[in-house]
């Protein structure tokens, strides 16, 4: 199975900062990664597809780059509403895996 | 608007099964796999399986064979997740999520479901 590593496991920020989440996969996967946010006692929602895809309604705040085995989640401008938990999730093969997470607090 | 709608939360006892149901709206049934994903705190999001809901066709994670099987009923655009055996290392929050056939990313989510399994 591919392995999502997730870094840092907690970031604390200032709000209005810029942060960047990084995923690292154990095999290349090509741009074959997404990003979902998961607030407390709520479902995921998808916030970029394919590595660096905006998705219709997700602020543009959220940008993401990368491929094959490094990618990154940006956030410009965090606001209170970003505190959350960020997963990455890979689709290059099966079984899908997700990474551990990265759970975002505000100071 | 797309909607995956869940059952209830489910308290079972060590070794036996329950069913978890996810009524579909919004969009035609069939056009959409299934698929079931398990979130504990310390396993994080896994994986289970999907449902082809036009054939009925499966994939299962290999470490969910045996204690996973995923059904579907058109007629109601309900998709099914049977658990059995029941440990208490199945307690989870098991969400169902609406994938474009042959992407396995996921834009629709079920609200979760809870099972607790407990003596």
């Known amino acids: 199975d591919i392995v999502l590593t997730q870094s840092p496991t907690t970031l604390s920020v200032t709000p209005g900062e810029t942060v960047s989440l990084s995923c690292r996969a154990s095999?290349?996967?090509?741009?074959?990664l997404h990003w979902y946010q998961q607030k407390t006692n709520e479902s995921p929602r998808l916030l970029i597809k394919?590595?660096?895809q905006s998705i219709s309604g997700i602020p543009s705040r959220f940008s993401a780059s990368g491929s094959g085995t490094d990618f990154t989640l940006n956030i410009n401008n965090v606001e209170f509403d970003d505190v959350s938990s960020y997963f990455c999730q890979q689709t290059q093969s099966w079984p899908r895996t997700f990474g551990g997470g990265t759970k975002l607090e505000l100071k | 608007q797309v909607q995956l709608q869940q059952s209830g939360a489910e308290l079972a006892k060590p070794g036996s099964s329950v069913k978890i149901s996810c009524k579909a709206s919004?969009?035609?049934?069939?056009?959409?796999?299934i698929s079931w994903i398990k979130q504990t705190t310390g396993q994080g999001l896994e994986y289970i399986g999907y449902?082809?809901?036009?054939?009925?066709?499966?994939y299962y994670n290999e470490k969910f064979k045996g204690k996973a099987t995923l059904t579907v009923d058109k007629s109601s655009s309900t998709a099914f997740m049977q658990l059995s055996s029941l440990t208490p290392e199945d307690t989870a929050v098991y969400y169902c999520?609406?994938?474009?056939?042959?992407?396995?990313?996921?834009?629709?989510w079920g609200q979760g479901t809870l099972v607790t399994v407990s003596s």
């Open positions: 919004g969009y035609t049934f069939t056009s959409y796999d």
């Open positions: 999520a609406r994938g474009i056939r042959g992407t396995g990313w996921f834009a629709y």
């Open positions: 394919y590595a660096s």
């Open positions: 095999h290349s996967i090509g741009t074959n």
């Open positions: 449902i082809n809901t036009g054939s009925g066709g499966t």
